[in-house]
């Protein structure tokens, strides 16, 4: 386990129930069935789980829309679960912004395609707040 970076004991605990939820479903079915599959695990495991949990995005202190993140883990990591045959640059910008909109630094893309995959990724609050304060002068 690499102890390296900022709450690398919970990602890796989620990845592994990640790998136990694929290796029992395997691929093939949508999204959602993966969505409830990864919820029932983490929740037996312990976690705080919010499925579909809205993220406000805001333009200039100003509401222009509303996502919703896959799973949020002990109001901490970001889950983006996808089938796909294989993770797109899309999808990683899609995170990316999820963990933009929020407190979240941490997002995990996991994709239950015919190859398992995980990309961590990493926005940290310290950026947010550069983006914040660029907003604000302007």
Do not use: W
Not at 90 to 119: M, R, W
């Amino acid at each position: 386990m690499n102890n390296n970076y900022k709450h690398s004991e919970l990602t890796e605990q989620i990845i592994s129930v990640f790998y136990h939820v694929y290796n029992t479903l395997g691929y093939g079915f949508l999204d959602k069935v993966y969505e409830n599959a990864m919820s029932i695990e983490l929740q037996k495991r312990g976690f705080d789980v919010q499925l579909q949990k809205a993220i406000n995005v805001y333009y200039n202190n100003e509401k222009v829309g509303q996502y919703f993140a896959d799973i949020l883990i002990n109001e901490t990591v970001i889950l983006e679960l996808k089938a796909a045959e294989s993770l797109k640059k899309e999808h990683e910008c899609q995170l990316i912004n999820y963990l933009k909109a929020t407190d979240s630094e941490i997002g995990l893309l996991l994709n239950f395609g015919t190859t398992p995959q995980v990309k961590r990724r990493v926005f940290s609050n310290k950026n947010k707040q550069i983006i914040k304060n660029e907003v604000l002068k302007s």
